[in-house]
């Protein structure tokens, strides 16, 4: 038996393109961390809203301070202390000074904060300043961190944990954020046991199933693991068909080569229309991966047959799967690093056969020279590799390989 039809990665990836965001929900904002917003979001104030002191000083006119030095120090009234979490009930002057702490509001007359490593208080009404300091020195001014009206994020935008903050502090505590893509893993294979039992001989350990629902979790999806499925046709087109109904995305685990006990074909063409669209990739590792579109309730669900060994059922994963579950996800890239990858230097020389695309596996190490990117080679049955690497190097369909010292770009893990 044949493959289907080898296509090119990019024709592969082509059949996983343009699926639409999922629908959206409302969340507190200081929950949604790792969910991608379905909306911009403003700031509906200036940030701060009032003058604010970035340092423990005095504040002052800067005019005041002008040709301060230790030989020749400038000498303040010291007028007042600035309250925390009040306004000061008092102005600074020509010739004043007003002691304050780091968050403090800069009272009115004052346009600068002295460190206060930089003055001496000879006694409790008089200042003496070391040092000139210019004008909005050491203040945050209002709307310097955000105005009122400033996009804060966009569309697309996945929440981190600084994002989160940047909300609470001009008081967004809601956000509307795309559902998370379920997906659902099937691992097939009679020769699979869990991994709290002992395999005896000819069996193995599951390792697809907690790996790729790992990869899942941190592509921003939910997981939905089913127990190992048997080599038995009947068995993989129902639990299929079951999964189908749920996911927005359903991944099988095994059953994509040629043997003669693979089934995932035949199932996932049970399923409907369009069926299986790319049976074999020219690629390594993965060459056998499965993909198939199905549509239900006017929605188009992914099926992907992925390789039963784990270097090739991750890789596919990080290069084919992760970019569907993002899509819909409503996900927009944010950096050249995480479209691009991050630029390195090849340590050594990694041959490649012409006609198909190689994925390498790396691992970076920075040196005096910058930063090189070390191939680690293996059988895609060796999980270790993947635990060692940083990430992993395209090596192009046309090339017979890649020279040490040359320029590469690492897409990271």
């Known amino acids: ?54 340092m423990d000083g005095y504040a002052l006119k800067a005019a005041d301070s002008f040709g301060a030095s230790e030989a020749i120090p400038a000498y ?39 460190m206060e490593e ?18 909005g020195e050491n203040v945050l001014g209002v709307g310097d961190d955000l105005k009122k009206d400033e996009l804060i994020l966009g569309a697309g935008a996945r929440l981190r944990s600084q994002d989160v903050g940047a ?62 499925l048997p080599d038995d046709l009947a068995v993989i087109k129902e639990r299929l068909e079951q999964a189908i109904r749920h996911a927005d995305v359903v991944l099988i685990s095994g059953g994509s080569s040629m043997g003669l006990r693979d ?26 991966t499965i993909i198939g579109r199905i549509e239900r309730d006017g929605e188009d669900k992914a099926v992907i047959g992925i390789p039963g060994h784990p270097v090739s059922a991750l890789m596919i994963f990080h290069a084919f799967v992760r970019p569907v579950i993002r899509q819909l996800s409503g996900e927009v890239a944010r950096t050249d690093v995480e479209r ?42 060796m999980i270790s590799t993947m635990t060692k690497a940083d990430g992993y190097i395209v090596i192009p369909l046309e090339a017979e390989g890649l020279r040490e010292g040359a320029q590469v770009r690492v897409h990271l893990y």
């Open 340 to 381: 691009e990858g991050l630029a390195a230097t090849l340590s050594r020389n990694v041959a490649s056969a012409p006609g198909r695309e190689d994925l390498v596996r790396v691992a970076l190490e920075e040196d005096e020279n910058g930063r090189l990117a070390h191939p680690l080679m293996g059988n895609s049955a």
């Open 118 to 135: 930089f003055t001496t208080a000879p006694d409790p009404e008089t200042l003496e300043v070391r040092r000139p300091a210019a004008v």
């Open 1 to 54: 038996m044949e493959f289907f039809k080898v296509v090119s990665p990019e024709e592969a990836k082509e059949a996983l393109r343009g699926f639409r965001a999922l629908g959206t929900e409302r969340l507190s904002s200081f929950g949604a961390a790792g969910r991608v917003l379905a909306e911009d979001v403003h700031s509906p104030v200036d940030l701060p809203d009032f003058p604010r002191a970035t």
């Open 167 to 228: 909300l609470a502090g001009v008081g967004v505590t809601s956000v509307e954020v795309h559902r998370r893509p379920r997906v659902a893993i099937l691992p097939t294979g009679d020769e699979l046991v869990d991994p709290r039992e002992t395999p005896r001989a000819g069996q193995v350990r599951d390792i697809n199933r907690f790996s790729l629902a790992a990869g899942v979790l941190e592509a921003g999806g939910e997981p939905e693991t089913e127990d190992i």
């Open 263 to 288: 089934y995932t074909v035949e199932a996932i063409d049970s399923l409907g229309e369009p069926g299986v669209l790319v049976h074999g990739i020219s690629i390594k590792p993965g060459k056998p």
């Open 76 to 114: 303040l009234d010291v007028v007042g202390q600035v309250p925390m979490g009040a306004a000061p009930d008092f102005s600074v002057g020509r010739g004043e000074a007003a002691r304050i702490l780091t968050g403090g509001m800069v009272p009115e007359g004052a346009d600068a904060v002295v």
